[in-house]
């Protein structure tokens, strides 16, 4: 499996491949580190500058010392690769390039991780063709959070999970969230027993989905922690669950939308992003 590491140098890009590498056996690890310039004006010129050379010798520093902290983790090293320019244009370059399994992003927020202001985790976690895994801070790598619903996506990215993958006594946890349409147009005209019955056999599907997945664990040996279905706003409902249970990694999915502007991401897993405390990995399938 190959993995593509970007890093500032910062110590929430390397707890985020602290935190990585407990979810995954087998890996290749390429790094990058990318000198930022582009907060310089256009009309400023730094090539052969001493200040490109500092940025540069910056930059072969962060990669020695990540390249020492895989060997001393037992981690295969790939490819070291130093870029200048924008972070994210530099990163998606590479990506597509390297065809790479995920991508490993700490990120930086404001307020506890609680907003992300255009940081780069998030134009990756959205531009991206690969999956990725954004981290919070240092988790304690036991309770996962699989995020589903009764789209092929879902099982899409549960299969890609399980192939790919460490789960091997991990706490799992499988939630699906059912929404209630609002009925007010026709208030009047609809027996509230026919609503009744409407929200019935939705929570019966939501628990006969989750029995589905919880036999595809069990054929690849994992057993379930809990299942949980809920009623309500889907994001609000995970934000909510993973909170309150401590989840140490939320796992969700994500379309490619061909037609989509570059930094768009659905707006489930965008908020989910914004607002949960844990690490949280993308399945692109």
């Not at 499996?1 to 500032?8: G, I, N, S, Y």
């Not at 985020?16 to 310089?40: E, K």
């Not at 500058?49 to 010798?57: I, L």
């Not at 520093?61 to 200048?84: H, P, Q, R, T, W």
Request: proline share 2%; net charge negative.
């Amino acid at each position: 499996m190959k993995v593509l590491f970007c890093t500032d140098g910062s110590k929430i890009s390397f707890d985020a491949l602290a935190d990585f590498l407990h979810w995954v056996n087998d890996v290749t690890v390429d790094i990058i580190s990318v000198a930022d310039w582009s907060f310089l004006p256009d009309a400023v010129t730094v090539e052969g500058t001493d200040f490109a050379v500092k940025c540069a010798n910056s930059a072969d520093s962060i990669l020695d010392y990540a390249e020492n902290f895989l060997i001393e983790n037992n981690i295969s090293v790939g490819e070291k690769i130093k870029m200048c320019g924008v972070p994210v244009d530099s990163i998606l370059e590479k990506e597509v390039c390297g065809e790479y399994d995920f991508i490993v992003l700490g990120s930086n927020g404001k307020r506890g991780f609680k907003k992300w202001l255009g940081s780069v985790s998030q134009e990756i976690a959205s531009a991206s063709a690969s999956s990725i895994f954004i981290s919070k801070g240092l988790a304690n790598y036991d309770r996962v959070l699989f995020t589903l619903d009764a789209s092929e996506l879902s099982e899409k990215v549960v299969l890609e999970c399980l192939n790919k993958l460490n789960f091997s006594g991990k706490s799992i946890t499988l939630l699906t969230v059912y929404e209630i349409p609002e009925y007010i147009f026709l208030e009047g005209s609809v027996d509230s027993n026919w609503v009744i019955d409407v929200e019935r056999k939705q929570k019966q599907e939501s628990l006969a989905l989750l029995d589905k997945y919880e036999k595809m664990f069990n054929d690849y040996g994992l057993k379930i922690y809990t299942k949980a279905a809920l009623k309500g706003n889907p994001h609000q409902m995970i934000v909510k669950y993973a909170h309150n249970n401590d989840i140490d990694l939320v796992i969700t999915g994500i379309r490619n939308k061909k037609y989509y502007s570059r930094f768009f991401i659905s707006s489930v897993s965008k908020r989910v992003l914004e607002n949960v405390n844990s690490d949280v990995l993308i399945i692109r399938p």
